[in-house]
């Protein structure tokens, strides 16, 4: 059974820093490429940063400069740094393959509230 267990959420104030981490279990994440998804109250999800199996990184502008991902093939798991976090990075994270499974496979994510 596929599993995508995303921790490391909290509140932080602006300009403050977290590092989310993804376990996957049921796949081997060495053979696809990784993402960093989000969902803001009322929006769409969205892809905030990806890593391919050969480590080539892409962000969404709005994350570039300060979001890094990075993956552990051995460990099975996906990371993301968050530094100088604003409050429109409030939002449900998400890790998934780029492209996403489908619906059934996203995990409950881990929330992240940006706040003074």
């Known amino acids: 059974q596929v599993q995508f267990v995303e921790s490391g959420g909290g509140l932080v104030q602006p300009g403050g820093s977290l590092r989310l981490s993804c376990a996957a279990s049921?796949?081997?994440?060495?053979?696809?490429?990784m993402g960093w998804y989000r969902q803001a109250p009322g929006k769409q999800r969205e892809l905030v940063a990806s890593?391919?199996?050969?480590?080539?990184?892409k962000y969404a502008d709005s994350v570039k400069d300060r979001f890094t991902i990075s993956r552990d093939n051995e460990k099975n798991t996906v990371a993301l740094q968050m530094n100088s976090l604003k409050p429109e990075d409030t939002a449900a994270y998400y890790c998934?393959?780029?492209?996403?499974?489908?619906?059934?496979?996203w995990g409950k994510g881990t929330l992240v509230t940006v706040s003074s």
């Open positions: 049921g796949i081997m994440i060495r053979i696809y490429a």
């Open positions: 890593i391919t199996t050969g480590g080539r990184t």
């Open positions: 998934n393959p780029n492209p996403p499974f489908g619906m059934d496979y």
